[in-house]
């Protein structure tokens, strides 16, 4: 099965998780099914039910309800990008207005609580407490790197180790837990359980690196955000921290220069200085090292279907467009 056609391989998985999304999203009150839709319908892979749905079968557990528990991962997903998108204050997500725009401030936050409230609530009904404790670690995580991140916003001394740690809380925690907890729910052997915690982490790890590289590479019609918009956000990223620490002095600080203040018709000055510096190469290396920790991850796994769209998924990460 080649990498480009795992997607179109769990075309029926897919749209068992997207029923379920709306589902479980029935609300007394309006807006939040209006606010709670139009994050979870406007795109998306839904990488994270389907880390999920494929844990859960390749450690033995079937089930129609696997859909249904696949939810908690992508109502997660969409409560930190409702968040992301108010303290960011971003305009344009997937090519579309934010929530944040339509509904304002307000609103926006409180459908996010709703959402991360709706994932427990699911997670309650696994009768599982251990998948109610890892829950509960990663989203104590998350909200770690969601504060981290923003004490490094516009920090042009934060090192590579630092960034990677924001990742690790914020991003790759919760592909993290969607594999363990299918493998909790499968009963696996503690070595394979970790073995898939440990996958999650690395594929997520490879995710966030990947889209650092197509923030600066990316087509911005494909992306649905303009090119440098992490910069716009203030997020300093790999491949910019790796430029910084390799630069001349005069490079360095007009890099500086450009980052603090980034206009549209910058933009190709700074994707000049990252190719000089070969900040993108450097970038796809890390995303590529990473890539083969999630694949090492998998040995502990026989030659079952569920392991051959794992592999798939770590080339096709690394090697998305947008």
């Excluded at 998780?17 to 807006?31: E, K, R, T």
């Excluded at 139009?38 to 079937?62: D, E, N, T, V, W």
């Excluded at 109610?132 to 490094?152: R, Y």
């Excluded at 790890?205 to 956000?233: A, H, S, W, Y």
């Amino acid at each position: 099965m080649g990498a480009k056609g795992i997607l179109k391989e769990l075309e029926g998985e897919v749209a068992a998780i997207n029923q379920a999304l709306v589902d479980n999203l029935q609300s007394h009150v309006p807006l939040i099914s209006q606010v709670g839709r139009h994050i979870l319908l406007s795109g998306g892979k839904r990488i994270r039910p389907l880390l999920f749905l494929l844990s859960a079968r390749m450690c033995g557990c079937q089930g129609p309800y696997l859909a249904d528990f696949s939810t908690i991962f992508e109502y997660l997903h969409a409560a930190t990008l409702l968040h992301d998108d108010v303290v960011d204050t971003a305009e344009v997500r997937r090519g579309q207005s934010t929530a944040n725009t339509i509904w304002g401030n307000q609103a926006v936050i409180l459908v996010g609580d709703f959402l991360l409230s709706k994932s427990l609530s699911l997670a309650v009904t696994t009768n599982q407490l251990r998948v109610l404790k890892v829950l509960a670690h990663t989203t104590t995580m998350m909200a770690e790197g969601e504060i981290l991140q923003l004490l490094h916003t516009s920090n042009l001394n934060i090192n590579e180790q630092e960034y990677l740690e924001v990742v690790n809380r914020k991003t790759a925690t919760l592909m993290s837990a969607a594999c363990q907890i299918g493998a909790i729910l499968g009963e696996a052997p503690p070595e394979q359980e970790e073995a898939l915690a440990q996958y999650g982490l690395n594929l997520g790890i490879t995710f966030q690196v990947v889209d650092d590289i197509l923030d600066f590479t990316g087509n911005e019609r494909e992306m649905g955000k303009p090119i440098g918009n992490d910069l716009k956000e203030g997020r300093i990223t790999v491949p910019v921290i790796h430029a910084l620490a390799q630069a001349n002095p005069p490079d360095r600080q007009r890099l500086s220069d450009i980052v603090r203040d980034l206009k549209p018709e910058m933009v190709p000055e700074l994707q000049h200085l990252l190719f000089k510096y070969r900040s993108l190469d450097h970038a796809r290396n890390l995303a590529r090292e990473f890539t083969l920790k999630a694949q090492a991850n998998l040995e502990a796994f026989p030659p079952v279907p569920e392991k051959a769209y794992f592999l798939a998924f770590t080339e096709e990460l690394l090697g998305r467009t947008h």
